[in-house]
């Protein structure tokens, strides 16, 4: 399974867009991107899902170069309620293992 | 999206003692995977539960202290046994949605054990 590494944590402002930055050197051939948002007391939360290149959804896009080593979630204008743990997960949708994860806090 | 509905939400057990968490899934899935989350940790996964044959466990986890249940395809659950103070975390059990879904997870459960 490709080990991922991401920052620990993040600070931003209202308003900001934020780039989290995943990398996975080891991803193999038939392996996705997924990222999880999760809030205290709450299960993690589907954000995104890309192969390669770019995929853009109403919550965020995510960025894939050509290698697939890295990946990143960018959240555009981030609001106070952005303020959570982001994971990265890379596999093939029937392992899901996660990584420590990325503390996003968004200050006013 | 699957919507899981998980019971108990939170729970306070004495050592020695066990308990069994519910997660109710609201269509069918082939998969159901439960997790463990430590205190201020990320998800360890423990098992990953198919209808109609065994769970299958993740390294450091054993049948005898968690074993799970999965009589159908909308139901399992996952009992902690022998509970020790060590057991007191978060457990998540999870659903995959489509190909391009990524996952579902329930709320979770709050154990404390005492």
């Known amino acids: 399974l490709a080990k991922t590494t991401q920052p620990i944590s993040m600070d931003s402002y209202e308003g900001q867009e934020v780039n989290i930055t995943c990398s996975h050197n080891?991803?193999?051939?038939?392996?996705?991107i997924t990222w999880y948002q999760q809030f205290p007391s709450q299960g993690p939360r589907f954000i995104i899902q890309?192969?390669?290149t770019k995929v853009t959804n109403e919550v965020a896009s995510l960025f894939i170069p050509a290698d697939r080593k890295s990946s990143t979630l960018s959240l555009p204008r981030v609001s106070l309620s952005d303020t959570a743990v982001y994971y990265c997960l890379v596999g093939d949708n029937n392992d899901m293992r996660f990584g420590a994860g990325t503390r996003l806090t968004v200050k006013p | 999206s699957a919507v899981i509905s998980q019971k108990p939400s939170r729970d306070i057990c004495q050592r020695g003692t066990s308990l069994t968490i519910q997660c109710q899934v609201d269509s069918q899935v082939t998969m159901m995977f439960w997790y463990r989350q430590q205190p201020g940790q990320s998800l360890t996964l423990i098992a990953t539960a198919n209808q109609g044959s065994e769970a299958t466990y993740e390294s450091g986890f054993v049948i005898d202290k968690f074993p799970i249940s999965r009589p159908n395809l909308t139901f399992s659950t996952l009992t902690v046994s022998n509970l020790s103070p060590e057991d007191s975390s978060i457990y998540l059990c999870?659903?995959?949605?489509?190909?391009?879904?990524?996952?579902?997870f329930g709320s979770g459960t709050r154990l404390t054990v005492v």
């Open positions: 890309g192969y390669k």
């Open positions: 999870s659903v995959r949605q489509g190909i391009s879904d990524g996952y579902t």
């Open positions: 080891n991803i193999a051939t038939n392996d996705y």
